[in-house]
């Protein structure tokens, strides 16, 4: 299902707690941040697949995302160069537009920032359980009643999708056709399909609403946990190389300018 | 007592300012001991769904409205506890298991109760594998709930408020939206409930045959008041009072009003119970047992199908294969019921039939040409589908507009539209709301509304799935008497159906899909009284059959397939008899 990316091997990223994997995406786009060149980058996310892979999370799972991302990476990549005007050799010029090779290099760097950061999000999304994550939040601070809204509307995408599908197929059932005309056309045409979702996704709230409250929630009462995440011997483990690293890069990064240049 | 209600009153608030508050209960007054399985019945707008949201503690404090008598729950004022509090000693479980289910996983559906009872983590952990037991989903702990079947969700939902153990247990149409075999699911879930009276048990439903069956007491609520109350028995007895609230009634206890000569005995509710007492009047029936059924005349089609299905074979992107080389043709004029479980391929079927799928193979023709090239949009014209769901299709802001949708999309126009509107409005009792906005509506109108819809398209087919779902006896009736008329003005009728009782009265041909084939294929006396092969599709037939087949023995004329069928020839034996 498209919705729910978590990927169903065994591997270490899944195992860990999804506070570990907070930390290493924190890091990992604090990394791309501060980091400039090219080849640092790149080696980043050279590294970024291999713990994916390493992690049985399959190949295919990565190749939806680069695909995701494929657009707006060539977007950058070519349009970059003519916007950046760094100085350096210069490859050509049109008109007001002065091409160098250290801006295409720029473009090449932020196109990997851009995909770097994107899969990192995903190494939480394809290695947590949602209802994990939702508890990692908590146990960082988010307060309970706001992590139970955040795993319900996870929870209620795929369902109002499909919901929306069925309305689709309804209206389609009477003659309703969508593709005709210009953008505010075909906003109009939109109207029995949202109109129709948005009376659903009222009522759904209202059930919710009361199913919530038949179940407990909102007595004021203390909450136990069933099955609590846990920071295991792995994860300290993989915090404190976390650490290590991070704070060697940091360290090389800002004394001795490592990175620090695009080239 | 459980439930103690008083002279009890409850208005919601009005739906729009100055208009007068609306009162669904007019002083209910009711006991429940503790331990008692009770059936609440009542048409739509009796107040039934109020009365259950008012024992749960959530109205007035989540509906707003007005509230005087008294309402104790488990010695609780309902309706001064915080709805979160009562449900430590009563838990209800809605009618939309897929809105009350917000968990991840099964366990962890049935553990969320719990946590909020703050329980210590391995109590938790031993009472979710208790609960998950109790209602047969061991094994599927780790499952998503909404990958579950509609019959498994519900149980699940029984299972979270079983964790809680609370004393009285409230359902609201346990049995709404599913199919036979998911009904028998959780029957025998509430069946062993009622064995252990661990609880008191409350259940809304309509379904008469199962209340018949589980219910030690059935109380009648009709427009906000307790008008029968007693054992099932006792009230079912009732019938012409019953058929006149909207009631429906177990078929058996409609034909033991049908036989004349059955005052003194015993009453009965099934089958079995029913069989017990004829089957020793019947000698004195014997002799004149002999003459056949009168046969239903096999009604002459036109040659043209005018749905002609090839063997049509669909996958789901998911992989599952929904069509597996299915091939149906239906004469044009011909009313056909599809019976099957859910999951079966009978909704991809109908879909198949305005273009809404393709097969992936095989072909699909409408009124003599082939759907392949032909837009929904376009097959609209020919095919009108009533969807099982009318909120999905439901957005105009009047009855009106939303009739005239579908007829604007086809493309006419002016005074034509206008009367095609009208008709249609005036055809389903509709013309006294046509201003209101649909989505405020009762459930029985809007599926009105929904079929008006597709009426005033003027489609020569019409394809229905599971049109009934929710409906009381009588907007079921208001439904199936319309589609009786299309059918004998030669509109061609394809019917989906989990109700066998509609499929014996009003099929000219019955069809069973199962595994994305058709399984089963004839005549409704044919294929609705063979037990054996309707059972290993999760089918039973109706009760009035199953009664034949048990008087066969005695030469009975078996199969009957309706009440009328079986109370003629009872009493044309009787009758002769007494000569």
């Known amino acids: 299902m498209l919705f729910d990316l978590y990927v169903h091997t065994d591997g270490w990223l899944q195992r860990l707690d999804p506070r570990t994997k907070i930390a290493l995406v924190l890091c990992g786009a604090a990394l791309f941040v501060v980091m400039n060149h090219l080849l640092v980058l790149l080696a980043l996310l050279v590294l970024i697949h291999v713990m994916l892979l390493s992690s049985r999370v399959p190949l295919r799972q990565i190749a939806w995302v680069w695909r995701q991302l494929l657009r707006v990476v060539i977007i950058i990549v070519l349009i970059w160069p003519f916007f950046a005007r760094l100085a350096g050799p210069e490859i050509f010029s049109i008109g007001p537009f002065t091409v160098t090779w250290t801006s295409v290099w720029a473009g090449l760097a932020t196109a990997t920032r851009v995909v770097g950061m994107s899969l990192l999000f995903f190494v939480i999304l394809f290695t947590t359980r949602q209802n994990e994550l939702v508890r990692g939040l908590v146990r960082l601070g988010l307060p309970f009643e706001w992590g139970l809204t955040l795993s319900m509307a996870l929870r209620f995408i795929p369902t109002f999708s499909q919901t929306a599908a069925q309305i689709r197929d309804a209206q389609a059932a009477r003659g309703w056709q969508v593709d005709r005309g210009d953008i505010v056309g075909r906003l109009r045409g939109m109207t029995p399909v949202l109109v129709a979702l948005i009376i659903d996704v009222l009522r759904t709230g209202d059930t919710l609403g009361m199913a919530l409250a038949v179940r407990g929630v909102g007595s004021g009462r203390p909450r136990t946990v069933w099955r609590d995440i846990s920071l295991r011997r792995a994860d300290w483990v993989v915090l404190a190389l976390i650490a290590l690293i991070f704070a060697l890069l940091i360290y090389l990064r800002f004394a001795r300018g490592f990175g620090a240049e695009l080239i | ?579």
């Open chain 2, 1 to 579: 007592m459980s439930v103690h209600l008083d002279d009890l009153h409850f208005s919601y608030p009005p739906i729009s300012a100055g208009a007068p508050a609306v009162e669904v209960l007019h002083g209910v007054t009711l006991d429940v001991p503790a331990g008692q399985s009770l059936a609440i019945m009542g048409p739509t707008s009796s107040g039934k769904s109020t009365l259950a949201l008012v024992l749960a503690g959530l109205a007035p404090s989540m509906t707003g409205g007005v509230l005087t008598g008294q309402v104790q729950v488990n010695g609780q004022d309902a309706a001064a506890t915080p709805a979160a509090v009562l449900s430590a000693s009563l838990g209800i479980v809605f009618q939309e298991p897929e809105r009350q289910l917000f968990n991840m996983t099964v366990a962890e559906e049935v553990a969320f109760s719990l946590e909020g009872l703050a329980l210590p983590p391995h109590e938790i952990g031993e009472r979710v594998e208790l609960a998950l037991a109790q209602v047969g989903l061991t094994g599927l702990e780790e499952r998503s709930p909404w990958q579950l079947s509609g019959g498994q969700q519900k149980r699940l939902a029984i299972a979270t408020l079983l964790a809680i153990r609370p004393p009285i247990l409230l359902l609201d149409e346990p049995m709404a939206g599913l199919d036979p075999a998911a009904r028998r699911e959780v029957a025998a879930v509430l069946a062993d409930l009622r064995r252990t009276a661990a609880a008191t048990v409350i259940v809304l439903e309509k379904d008469a045959e199962f209340v018949a069956r589980w219910a030690e007491r059935v109380v009648i609520l009709a427009a906000g008041q307790v008008v029968l109350d007693g054992t099932p028995t006792a009230v079912f007895t009732e019938v012409e009072r019953l058929h006149e609230l909207g009631v429906a009634v177990p078929q058996m206890a409609e034909l033991a009003a049908r036989l004349p000569n059955l005052v003194a005995s015993a009453p009965f509710l099934t089958a079995r119970q029913a069989a017990a007492v004829l089957v020793p009047q019947l000698p004195t029936l014997a002799p004149n047992l002999h003459s056949p059924l009168p046969t239903r005349q096999p009604p002459v089609y036109a040659p043209q199908p005018a749905i002609d299905v090839r063997e049509a074979t669909f996958r789901y992107e998911n992989g599952t294969l929904a069509l597996d080389r299915l091939s149906l043709a239906v004469p044009a004029g011909q009313f056909v019921a599809i019976l099957g479980r859910n999951g079966g391929g009978k909704s991809t079927l109908a879909r198949h039939l305005n273009g809404l799928l393709r097969p992936q193979s095989g072909a699909v023709a409408i009124g003599g040409k082939p759907s392949a090239g032909r837009r929904v949009g376009e097959l609209a014209r020919e095919v009108g589908y009533v969807f099982q769901n009318p909120d999905r299709q439901i957005f105009a802001t009047s009855v009106r507009e939303e009739v005239a949708y579908g007829v604007r999309n086809l493309g006419v126009i002016g005074q034509e539209a206008g009367q095609r509107v009208d008709e249609a409005l005036t055809v389903f009792d509709l013309t006294a709301v046509a201003e209101t906005p649909p989505a405020v509506l009762g459930y029985g109108l809007r599926r009105l509304v929904t079929l008006a819809s597709v009426w005033a398209m003027q489609p020569p087919i019409w394809v229905l799935d599971e049109p009934t779902t929710g409906l009381d006896v009588r907007y079921t009736g208001i439904l199936m008497d319309r589609l009786r008329s299309l059918h004998e003005r030669g509109n061609t009728i394809l019917f989906i159906t989990h109700d066998l009782r509609l499929a014996a009265e009003f099929a000219e041909r019955v069809v069973v899909v199962d595994g994305g084939q058709t399984v089963l294929d004839g005549p409704p006396a044919a294929v609705l009284s063979d037990a054996v092969a309707l059972s290993s599709f999760g089918l039973r037939p109706p009760p009035v059959t199953r009664l034949s087949a048990l008087l066969a023995p005695y030469s009975f004329p078996h199969p009957t397939l309706t009440v009328e069928e079986f109370a003629a020839a009872w009493s044309s034996a009787a009758g002769n008899g007494e000569r």
